[in-house]
């Protein structure tokens, strides 16, 4: 069951052999942090037995295809921001409205065009930000309440909003989180929280009857679902442990902890949404999001059958102490909120990201996508903001 595809790494103070858990075949997840030609690999926590820092760096798989595109967009920025004056915000500013050019202010003809947008800081200070070409890249919930918040007599429904998409389709990654102690020491909290996943359940003839899903493995023992070690600590200490006895039942504890995150595809739905509650407002007097979400039962079917493979892979394991969570857990993937498509009375941007109504505004993140999938966004966000890029250059270049 120990690391068979790959090798261990010797802890160099107690010589401890530090295993990554493997007899399931998967592959390597892409991880920025293993992206070592990008960054050199950290040095890793500490090993589980003393806690001596263990450099890591030589079982890090090393991923040959997706260090070179985030050398690519790491190159693209660069470029960009060097070859373009344009008006930087400091973190504090918040953009808070959009405004189009067709408002009696126009700096420009009315061609639907942006012309500026206006930023608060929390001093209450406003700045007002003139250029060629908007991109927002605000993430899930706050680029589409930005766009609606922006209303004006023109467009009631707010900015980029022809087609009444923006705000609309809200997905994620509903998650189903078990956990149990493996039959034996596998060596978790050390390197990035997960390096591999089983990735076998992204398709398949079940999608007629329950989600495409990927079963993320962890490295951070029972981290996520119960707050490990420190929940460790305590309920040892509970049972009267204390001194030596308390380290050594900590360290075979921890490091036989293991928990699989299966998560599963939500089908987009134009009522989970998110619209700005004019109610209730934040320090700035900004509308804060209020949000409609509910999971519907083509998701839960994914999520009870995940709970059944799960339960398989700990009885293989001969696990013991086995538990399922009972609520659904987030993943944190916001996805589908200003969705691409080629039809702009059904979508918000095109395939390079452009708003159909603006042809100057950019919006960028996981908004755009269609449909979620069962796959970690933030790649497929990468690849996506390269792609923008091009055009995003020649709108200012023209
Ligand atoms: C706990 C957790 C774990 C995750 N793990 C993974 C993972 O393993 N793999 C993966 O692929 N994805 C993961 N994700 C998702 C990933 O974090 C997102 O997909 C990614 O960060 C989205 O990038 P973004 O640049 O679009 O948005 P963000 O990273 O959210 O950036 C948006 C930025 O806009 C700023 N902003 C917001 N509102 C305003 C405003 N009004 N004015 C000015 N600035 C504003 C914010 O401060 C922020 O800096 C995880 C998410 C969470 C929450």
């Known amino acids: ?29 892409p991880d920025t942090v293993e992206a070592n030609s990008y960054e050199p690999p950290p040095l890793v926590t500490s090993c589980p037995r003393c806690q001596n820092p263990v450099n890591t760096a030589d079982a890090y798989p090393v991923l040959s295809d997706y260090p070179p595109r985030f050398n690519e967009l790491r190159n693209a920025w660069n470029g960009f921001a060097a070859e373009y004056e344009f008006n930087r915000q400091t973190p504090e500013d918040q953009l808070s409205s959009i405004d189009l050019c067709n408002l009696p202010h ?21 700045e007002r930000a003139v250029g060629k070409v908007f991109v927002i890249a605000a993430h899930g ?44 020491r596998m060596w978790n909290y050390r390197g990035p929280l997960s390096t ?8 398949g003839d079940w999608r007629a009857e329950r989600p495409s899903f990927r079963i993320q493995i962890s490295n951070s023992g ?44 939500q089908l ?5 949404r998110v619209v700005p509650d004019y109610e209730k407002r934040d320090a700035l007097g900004w509308p804060r999001p209020r949000i409609h979400f509910r999971i519907d039962e083509y998701t839960r079917r994914g999520l009870e059958h995940a709970r059944s493979v799960h339960q398989r892979i700990f009885a293989a394991m001969k696990s013991s102490d086995i538990s399922h969570d009972k609520d659904i857990k987030p993943a944190g993937h916001l996805m589908g909120t200003y969705r691409m498509g080629n039809d702009p009375k059904q979508s918000v941007v095109d395939a390079n990201l452009r708003s159909h109504d603006h042809a100057n505004l950019f919006l ?5 996508f269609p449909t979620g999938g069962a796959s970690n966004p933030t790649l497929t966000i990468a690849a996506l903001a390269l792609r923008a890029v091009g055009e995003i250059k020649r709108g200012l270049g023209n």
């Open 222 to 265: 029972w981290g996520w679902p119960t707050g490990a070690p420190h929940s460790t600590v305590a309920d040892l200490w509970k049972r009267g442990l204390r001194g030596a006895a308390l380290d050594s039942a900590l360290v075979d504890h921890s490091a036989r902890e293991f928990t699989l995150a299966c998560m599963t595809e």
């Open 141 to 184: 919930v706050e680029t589409p309440k930005l766009l609606l918040q922006s209303r004006t007599e023109p467009r009631p429904a707010g900015v980029a909003n022809s087609s009444d998409q923006v705000g609309r389709n809200l997905m994620d990654h509903p998650t189903q989180l078990s956990w149990a102690l493996a039959g034996e």
């Open 1 to 29: 069951m120990r690391g068979l595809n790959r090798p261990p790494v010797e802890c160099t103070a107690c010589r401890a052999r530090i295993y990554w858990p493997s007899s399931y075949p998967y592959p390597n997840e």
């Open 364 to 368: 960028l993140g996981s908004g755009v």
């Open 106 to 126: 126009d700096l420009y003809t009315g061609d639907g065009r942006v012309a500026s947008v206006l930023c608060k800081r929390p001093d209450g200070t406003e």
């Open 196 to 203: 591999a996943g089983i990735e076998s359940g992204r398709a």
């Open 268 to 272: 987009p739905s134009a009522e989970n």
